[in-house]
């Protein structure tokens, strides 16, 4: 697609239930990020992919936190029992090998915004 | 490590007043240096970036010097107009570049 694409644009839970977020990256990017941005906060760095593998996993806050990409496209990241702490904005960003080692710029979707009630 | 300590917010001013964002990192090695921008609404975006020491970035109107001997990359704008209105967010690539550490961002308003 033209840019990153992020769903659901938002989400609303109840406490220890599960939630997916999705993100389609821009055709042909191979390097995948998630953010998360609190209220207040900084983004926080989750997870890196090159292609299908994760080399940087050191971001995710606790093993409630998970993700993967197939096909080297889309990303799923996935909180189970989620808790309120969880509540903030998941962003997805993705770039290329050439721009990424050249730039370094990412292109971000536009959030997914989860509250956990 | 790698860190970005950014002014804190939020920035209120008038249109076509002087505009400083301060931003100051930690990091091992040569980062890049980067403003991104998040109008409402919208995903961010990069708005500018400098890749070594002495470089200036600039775009729309808006610098950022990238100063080694002081660890900054303050943004900057002469005279800001009501559609700037935005959150702006230092950040740096580490070694390796294989992610980018931000800073708090920096909401500015900007009234006519």
């Known amino acids: 697609g033209a840019g990153v694409s992020q769903s659901p644009s938002n989400k609303v839970t109840e406490k220890g239930k599960d939630v997916e977020l999705r993100c389609d990256p821009i055709s042909g990017h191979t390097a995948l990020y998630w953010y998360r941005q609190s209220l207040g906060q900084g983004l926080e760095f989750l997870i890196y992919?090159?292609?299908?593998?994760?080399?940087?996993k050191s971001g995710l806050p606790s093993d409630r936190f998970s993700a993967e990409r197939t096909g080297g496209s889309v990303s799923t990241l996935t909180i189970q029992r989620t808790q309120q702490e969880d509540s903030a904005v998941y962003l997805c960003a993705s770039s290329s090998l050439w721009t990424r080692l050249n730039t370094g710029e990412l292109f971000f979707g536009e959030g997914s915004r989860l509250t956990v009630l | 490590g790698n860190s970005v300590t950014q002014m804190e917010g939020p920035v209120t001013l008038s249109e076509e007043a002087f505009l400083t964002i301060n931003c100051t990192y930690t990091a091992t090695g040569y980062p890049s240096l980067f403003w991104y921008v998040q109008y409402p609404g919208e995903g961010l975006q990069l708005l500018l970036k400098?890749?070594?020491?002495?470089d200036k970035g600039s775009n729309k109107g808006f610098e950022a010097t990238y100063r080694k001997e002081t660890t900054s990359f303050h943004l900057e704008k002469g005279s800001v107009q009501v559609s700037d209105s935005a959150v702006y967010f230092c950040a740096l690539t580490g070694t390796g570049a294989n992610n980018l550490f931000f800073g708090t961002g920096t909401r500015l308003t900007v009234i006519p």
């Open positions: 992919f090159q292609g299908n593998s994760a080399p940087d």
């Open positions: 400098a890749t070594k020491a002495d």
